[in-house]
């Protein structure tokens, strides 16, 4: 089984509401593990990540030292960067033996072809976002980056969460989904089975026809309100609630 999660944002919110999403984040992690071949983690995981050479954000040792027996357990885990989970350096290749996607990936798992994206910088014509966002990953950026105290660093990494979430707020008025426009030309032009994205924070499943293809487009949603994750069987996948998979 393959599984799909991303937009949990732990570290948004009161210290008892990303506690609260951590342990169902966990309870789904330690369900899954005994069937599980493959966990894609879709971006935004953290709501907030920056890492230096020998200091990480100790509030999410939790869900590290989960995603370290997943790993122990032979479970194949890829991370994608979200817009919000961008300071990684190269403690999820080096101790998790996780490998961090800068940009879309595409798998083949079983027969299908499946597109995988956390889905920011995909709004038509938003080229100030595409900019900032090359400029923020850049090396020179985040080597100066480093150079800031971690408490401050990380404080200002939770500063600037911020800000992106009110930016992509006022960019998506509800009036066009650019996302799923993405999905269908992935689906219709080049022939992928499956598209998965997350960042709308709107749970989405949507099924598309182009002539002797057909092809679906999943939005993985948001933890912060509906928690749901996708699940491959090896034929199809689907969109779930995250609660329906404990004790599975």
């Known amino acids: 089984m393959v599984y799909f999660l991303s937009d949990v944002h732990l570290g948004?919110?009161?210290?008892?509401?990303?506690?609260?999403?951590?342990?169902?984040?966990?309870?789904?992690?330690?369900?899954?593990?005994?069937?599980?071949?493959?966990?894609?983690?879709?971006?935004d995981i953290f709501?907030?990540?920056?890492?230096?050479?020998?200091?990480?954000?100790?509030?999410?040792?939790?869900?590290?030292?989960?995603?370290?027996?997943?790993?122990?357990?032979?479970i194949a885990i890829d991370y994608i960067v979200g817009n919000h989970d961008f300071g990684h350096r190269d403690f999820f290749e080096r101790e998790l033996g996780i490998p961090v996607h800068w940009h879309d990936i595409e798998r083949t798992l079983g027969e299908k072809r499946f597109y995988i994206a956390h889905g920011d910088?995909?709004?038509?014509?938003?080229?100030?976002?595409?900019?900032?966002?090359?400029?923020?990953?850049?090396?020179?950026?985040?080597?100066?980056?480093?150079?800031?105290?971690?408490?401050?660093?990380?404080?200002?990494?939770?500063l600037s969460s911020r800000k992106s979430r009110n930016y992509t707020s006022e960019r998506d008025d509800g009036t066009s989904d650019s996302l799923a426009d993405f999905a269908r030309h992935a689906i219709c032009e080049r022939g992928f089975?499956?598209?998965i994205m997350g960042h709308r924070h709107r749970p989405t499943v949507r099924e598309y026809s182009c002539m002797q293809h057909r092809g679906t487009y999943i939005n993985l949603g948001d933890w912060l309100s509906s928690p749901r994750v996708a699940v491959f069987d090896g034929v199809e996948c689907s969109l779930v609630e995250a609660a329906s998979l404990l004790g599975s």
Do not use: C
Not at 127 to 156: E, Q
């Open 121 to 158: 910088g995909k709004v038509a014509g938003d080229w100030g976002y595409l900019v900032l966002r090359k400029l923020l990953r850049s090396r020179l950026a985040n080597k100066l980056y480093r150079w800031i105290h971690p408490d401050i660093g990380i404080a200002l990494a939770a």
């Open 193 to 195: 089975d499956y598209v």
């Open 12 to 43: 948004y919110g009161t210290l008892e509401q990303t506690r609260q999403r951590e342990s169902l984040l966990i309870a789904v992690l330690e369900a899954i593990t005994p069937q599980a071949t493959q966990l894609f983690l879709v971006g």
């Open 47 to 74: 709501d907030y990540w920056f890492e230096y050479r020998t200091v990480l954000p100790r509030q999410f040792y939790r869900t590290l030292a989960m995603l370290d027996r997943m790993r122990s357990h032979g």
